[in-house]
């Protein structure tokens, strides 16, 4: 590092400049463009949630890893789990987002904690192993509004986002602060009112940027079964999917960048 | 405040006494408060039945407490565990889920019913939060006239399940602070300046409340309404509620050091 440089002007300065590029010009852009094949080939999914049934029908084949989190006081471990599933709504998020991207592979995190304590870092410690397990989409369809937490999951925010990993959240149903859904290095979703999961809008007012769909939707659920769910849990694996197209289509997207381009393709709001 | 240890335990005293004569007016509110909240979210929603459940840390489950509605009823004293079904799901994610066609998938409908008290077509439930965390589950079974809940049915009942926590809550601090105050007596009750026990501490009560001056203009009444603003107090200042209290405890056991007992 030159001295007389701070650090953090190095890269913009005389032979790093090599290691930079720009962006690609601002060419007009489509779905078939940003999705490519749009299999998913090469996304890894995880999903924090109550974990994914492995041989639901609507998951089968892409499951390629199951944990859970186990809380012990102030202590937190990522554990193997079976892929089960003792809810359902893991394995519908999993399901939407396999449906959209086929050949992507799912991580499943199982993050159910029985007290407020153990409920937030169990959810903070299955990011982080997401983080550190290869994902390059985080699907939470849940989120956290413990303020003890703030600053972890701001720090995880941030690791994922300078790692190359996308984090796509549900934002809470109503205006209240929730973590990670409300920072501004994630993709919030909340749910749209069309009744059509290729629609999806851009929203230019944060925190929520994104609407998909999430009003009655086909959803897989427990014991290989089927139900009708509603909610911006349901919208965010919507997004997941779309984001697994395009990082497959794309590897060298950064998550700034396929942030961009779900919302250069978004559905036209006129 | 009275600065004097001796002046102290008569004080607690008649703050209690306060409280007691309030408690014994107007019974205590919880479970009326569990009860208007199903009536309100049946009536909020036009819904075939509401339920409550809430969570028992010492048990680690969810536990129906109340139910509105005909089809309702069969649901109440159930208890689940905290992170099993639908109930469960939201209570451990502070996730709301809403569901409908419920009866379609035939195993996950039979787990509805055997949670819900019947199968219904559509279903919501939401969580029973605040800033301090989440009390329970509050579920709305199907709207009489429409087929299922929209966006705009999970935001309505989030908010509403936010204010029923806001008011469950409260009922519970006004519960806490009557007994907390209670055990405090019981606990320096050996040490009164008349030597009156523990044991009778009810009879007592009821004898003091029968001759209280309702309009009394002692000081010790501006304190006893200090402890009624607590009624509106959160947890946070609960604590601090307690905290000073210990330091008053411990001045009176001082107190009682210096007068050679």
Not at chain 1, 101 to 123: E, Q, Y
Not at chain 2, 90 to 115: H, I, K, M, N, Y
Not at chain 2, 231 to 242: F, K, T, Y
Request: glycine letters at 10%; aromatic letters at 6%.
């Amino acid at each position: 590092m030159s001295p007389s440089l701070p650090a953090w002007s190095e890269p913009f300065s005389g032979d790093h400049r090599a290691a930079l590029r720009r962006l690609a010009p601002f060419d007009p852009i489509d779905r078939a463009w940003a999705f490519g094949s749009g299999d998913g080939e090469g996304a890894v999914v995880a999903v924090v949630d109550s974990g994914v049934e492995g041989d639901h029908p609507a998951v089968a084949g892409c499951l390629r890893e199951s944990v859970r989190v186990e809380v012990d006081g102030d202590d937190a471990i990522v554990v193997p789990d079976e892929p089960i599933d003792a809810v359902g709504h893991g394995t519908a998020c999993a399901g939407i987002i396999v449906g959209l991207a086929p050949r992507a592979t799912v991580l499943s995190i199982r993050v159910l904690g029985s007290d407020n304590r153990g409920k937030g870092l169990a959810f903070a410690t299955g990011l982080q192993w997401a983080i550190e397990h290869g994902a390059s989409i985080v699907n939470m369809s849940l989120s956290s509004r413990s303020e003890s937490l703030y600053a972890t999951l701001h720090e995880l925010t941030d690791r994922a986002y300078f790692a190359n990993i996308l984090l796509v959240c549900a934002a809470n149903n109503v205006a209240v602060a929730s973590y990670p859904s409300l920072f501004a290095a994630v993709v919030s979703v909340a749910a749209h009112d069309v009744r059509d999961p290729d629609v999806w809008f851009y929203n230019p007012r944060p925190p929520v940027e994104f609407g998909a769909y999430g009003l009655d939707v086909d959803v897989a659920w427990k014991a290989g079964g089927r139900i009708t769910a509603t909610g911006n849990s349901f919208a965010a694996p919507h997004i997941t999917g779309y984001a697994a197209r395009i990082r497959a289509a794309h590897p060298s997207a950064t998550p700034f960048e396929v942030k961009t381009i779900l919302a250069a393709t978004a559905t036209d709001p006129g | 405040m009275t600065d004097e240890p001796d002046q102290l335990i008569p004080t607690l005293h008649a703050v209690s006494l306060r409280i007691e004569a309030a408690r014994r007016l107007a019974p205590p509110a919880g479970g009326a408060v569990l009860r208007s909240i199903v009536d309100a979210t049946v009536a909020l929603f036009g819904a075939e039945a509401a339920s409550l459940a809430l969570y028992d840390p010492g048990t680690d489950r969810l536990v129906f407490e109340v139910a509105a509605g005909e089809h309702g009823q069969g649901v109440v004293g159930l208890a689940i565990g905290s992170t099993e079904g639908v109930a469960g799901y939201v209570f451990s994610t502070g996730q709301p889920l809403a569901l409908s066609d419920v009866a379609r998938d035939a195993r996950f409908g039979r787990e509805t019913a055997e949670q819900t008290g019947y199968v219904p077509r559509s279903l919501i439930a939401v969580p029973l939060v605040d800033d301090h965390g989440i009390l329970g589950v509050l579920e709305v079974l199907d709207k009489r006239d429409e087929a299922g809940f929209d966006l705009r049915d999970v935001e309505l009942a989030t908010v509403f399940a936010r204010q029923a926590t806001v008011a469950i809550r409260s009922s519970r601090i006004e519960r806490d602070t009557a007994s907390l105050l209670r055990a405090v007596l019981v606990a320096a009750d050996d040490w009164t300046p008349d030597g009156r026990s523990g044991g009778g501490l009810d009879a007592i009560i009821a004898a003091e409340i029968d001759a209280l001056d309702a309009d009394g203009d002692d000081p010790l009444w501006a304190l006893a309404d200090e402890i009624a603003l607590l009624r509106a107090a959160d947890p946070g200042q609960l604590e601090i509620v307690r905290d000073l209290l210990a330091v008053l405890v411990q001045r009176a056991d001082r107190g009682r050091g210096a007068r050679g007992r």
